[in-house]
């Protein structure tokens, strides 16, 4: 039986409602934020990591994580999701945000992501606004690298 470990960060919540879908597809897995408690990749036989992307930067929790746990992260199988709204920016943000070898050895994929208005401040949506043209809030899932995800985990 593999043991296997969600950690994530989220500020609007969306990370956290993909963290939970993985959950309920995979059964089985601790969960955990990682602005509430710690995590030791070393325990566990996978991983997945998710993390929201502002201004083009992962969370610097988790990318704090991920440095601190690399040689560990690199010898098992190891999934990060990005969960953010500019998907043509994927290459760009994954280059920026991840070494060479986090890049050939992770799963690391835009999994989806959300505009909330109703939990945005006044200058985020303002932000928003004049840059995508968006008011409304909705959702995306890209259900395609879903399943990819759940394969790479399970296999
Ligand atoms: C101020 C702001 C900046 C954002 N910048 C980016 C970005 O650079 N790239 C991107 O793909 N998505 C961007 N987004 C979209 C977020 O990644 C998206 O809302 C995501 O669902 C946030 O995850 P969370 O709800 O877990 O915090 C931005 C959203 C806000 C409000």
Known sequence: MNKILLVYASKKGMTETLAELIKEDLGQIDLVN?????ADPKLYDKIIIGSPIYIGKIHKKIKA?????????????TAVYLCGM?????????????????????????????YRFDRLNFLEKFMIKKITGESQSRQEIHQDVFKELIS???A
Do not use: M, P, R
Request: proline residues 0%; aromatic residues 12%; charged residues 20%.
């Open 34 to 38: 990682i602005n509430e408690k710690q």
């Open 65 to 77: 994580w991920i440095q601190q746990n690399q040689d560990s992260l690199l010898s098992k199988t």
């Open 152 to 154: 790479y985990i399970q």
């Open 86 to 114: 500019n998907f043509n920016e994927e290459k760009q943000v994954i280059e920026n945000n991840f070494t060479k070898s986090e890049i050939n050895h992770l799963f690391i994929k835009y999994l989806g992501g959300a």
